[in-house]
């Protein structure tokens, strides 16, 4: 594994020579961290290369045609979560990146279907935390961001009940202390949110922007000029 190696990786993500790149990732060429770092520099793609994916996690290849019968989604899991990962900013830092990418994945192990067919996944954000955690800590990652993409996926789902000056604080306060800021948050959610059922989605966008708007507009601190 070396510097050369890691060109010819480079030269065939850009030519989307997905083969290539699993090749060089399954026989050690290419470490899977390195290998993840350029999927995430590249999210707006990510859908392209998920071959590359499956080769650094197992988990998301069972992913790919897991079934979310529920009103709030209309994509198999590794759908949805792809095209969260895909609305995000280039420029959204990798705890951000991370944490959407990961969000969902406890699902696998949380479903449970009603009487009416309709699938449910209670407390999966608790079993996707310990996956992200599990494989972040095997690729190496430092252990201040596996902490922060814990909590973004812990929190990902906040169930907004009451909204006022008041919770929002108390939230962002929250957060400051866990060392995680509340746009960070604002940009998981979002994404989570738009990969969502478009048909349903637009209620919990509104609450979003009522949150974004409490916290910028009484909360959050101006920045100073320097």
Not at 52 to 58: G, S, T, Y
Request: proline share 1%; charged share 35%.
């Amino acid at each position: 594994m070396g510097i050369d190696d890691r060109k010819v990786f480079d030269i065939a993500f850009d030519d989307k020579d997905n083969e290539v790149c699993s090749y060089l990732i399954r026989n050690g060429c290419v470490d899977k961290k390195y290998a993840l770092s350029v999927l995430l520099e590249h999210n707006k793609d990510i859908k392209q290369h998920k071959e590359i994916l499956h080769e650094i996690f197992n988990d998301f290849e069972k992913m790919e045609n897991f079934e979310q019968n529920n009103p709030y989604h209309t994509r198999k899991l590794l759908d949805h979560v792809l095209t969260a990962v895909e609305t995000l900013d280039e420029n959204s830092s990798d705890v951000v990146k991370l944490a959407v990418l990961f969000h969902d994945t406890g699902k696998l192990e949380t479903k449970t279907t009603d009487e009416n067919g309709i699938d449910h996944f209670y407390k999966h954000s608790v079993a996707s935390e310990e996956i992200a955690e599990k494989a972040l800590n095997e690729l190496n990652y430092d252990e201040h961001i596996v902490d922060k993409v814990k909590i973004l996926i812990h929190y990902h789902e906040m169930d907004w009940q009451k909204i006022s000056d008041k919770t929002v604080q108390k939230f962002v306060n929250k957060l400051e202390r866990e060392g995680v800021s509340f746009e960070d948050y604002l940009q998981v959610r979002k994404a989570d949110i738009l990969a969502q059922n478009p048909e349903k989605y637009n209620e919990r966008l509104l609450i979003l922007s009522k949150i974004s708007e409490i916290y910028k507009t009484n909360i959050k601190q101006p920045e100073l000029d320097m």
